[in-house]
């Protein structure tokens, strides 16, 4: 692409702005210096501009935020995945592999989930809660839309039936709490055919 031009405007420029006398004519206030305006706006398309300069954004998006997850599964935390009385889809395996490398490998804080209605959210959230709690993390916290509450707790007994939910509404949510906190044994997982694992 060849480089638009610049415009360069000639402009009165005043080097003393202050004129305590009032002078019409203050010492210095008229000397010329060429300035840069800014160039008009273009009117490029979308399209046109994903053409013209999407793949130098691209590198500079994976120069700046290189990926974490490569494709290639960790082989425990797939074993782990197929001791769920509920398994996830291929596609949804692949979310809980990457979000699982972003919190315990890459040792991020935080990671979102943004995915369509009836992609599996839930179930891979799950999943990845299992494979927190394998690795260590004794509790997971779900926070939920009241009407949905009995739902996730419906959704994680059916996917790991040993799992200790506790829902904190209500009157007594401190009293939950304590009793969560006073919680110093670690269930394990165990797999569905009934023995331990």
């Known amino acids: 692409m060849t480089e638009r031009p610049r415009l360069v405007q000639l402009r009165p420029f005043q080097r003393d702005v202050f004129n305590p006398g009032g002078d019409s004519n203050p010492r210095g206030s008229v ?9 008009e706006p273009a009117n490029l398309a979308l399209s046109d501009f994903v053409d013209e300069f999407g793949d130098r954004l ?21 074993a782990l995945m197929d001791r769920l009385a509920r398994r996830p889809f291929p ?22 989930l943004n995915a369509e209605m009836g992609t599996g959210k839930t179930i891979m959230a799950i999943a990845a809660g299992a494979l927190m709690h394998d690795a260590g993390c004794r ?13 996730w707790r419906r959704e ?6 040993d799992a200790r939910v506790w829902i904190l509404n ?25 023995s331990s694992g």
């Not at 120069?63 to 797939?78: A, F, T, V």
């Not at 509790?139 to 949905?148: A, D, G, N, Y």
């Not at 994680?156 to 039936?161: D, G, H, L, N, Y």
């Open 139 to 151: 509790r997971t916290l779900v926070l939920s839309p009241p009407h949905l509450v009995y739902k």
């Open 31 to 39: 000397s010329a210096a060429f300035q840069e305006t800014p160039p």
């Open 170 to 194: 209500g009157p007594d949510t401190l009293q939950k709490l304590f009793a969560l906190r006073a919680l110093r044994a670690v269930p394990e997982l165990r797999r569905t055919n009934g």
């Open 156 to 161: 994680i007994k059916a996917t790991t039936p």
């Open 91 to 112: 596609a949804q395996r692949e979310a809980v592999q990457a979000f699982t490398r972003l919190l315990l490998d890459a040792g991020e804080p935080a990671v979102v």
């Open 58 to 78: 691209l590198a500079a998006v994976r120069r700046q935020n290189p990926p974490i997850y490569d494709g290639k599964p960790d082989s425990h935390r797939d």
